[in-house]
């Protein structure tokens, strides 16, 4: 037998009210963790940054309880805010990036 999960409660979905409240479990049920990375990890993450010469990166970070991913160059690493500043005006904090390929 399967579990059936959100999908049991989709017969409620008839009014306004049930909708926003099932999708606002629903997406709460979707939050993860904030990942934690390894030494080595960070030590990857850190030769990225210190060689990087302008090509295009993608950015993995968590923020509000999902991992999001971000493909960019660098327009400004702010190392006393501990923050990156992409060239599409994105801001990652340096505590909230989990990986960079």
């Not at 999960?5 to 999708?23: C, R, S, V």
């Not at 030494?39 to 990087?52: G, H, M, R, S």
Request: aromatic letters at 10%; hydrophobic letters at 35%.
């Amino acid at each position: 037998m399967s579990d059936r999960g959100m999908k049991k409660w989709a017969p409620y979905k008839t009014l306004q009210e049930q909708w926003e409240t099932l999708d606002s479990i629903d997406e709460e049920n979707k939050l993860v963790e904030k990942p934690k990375i390894s030494n080595e990890e960070a030590e990857e993450i850190n030769d990225k940054l210190v060689n990087y010469h302008g090509e295009e990166l993608e950015f993995y970070f968590y923020k509000k309880g999902r991992i999001l991913a971000e493909k960019s160059t660098i327009k400004k690493i702010d190392a006393y805010n501990r923050k990156l500043i992409l060239n599409n005006e994105v801001i990652i904090y340096l505590k909230d990036l989990v990986g960079i390929k």
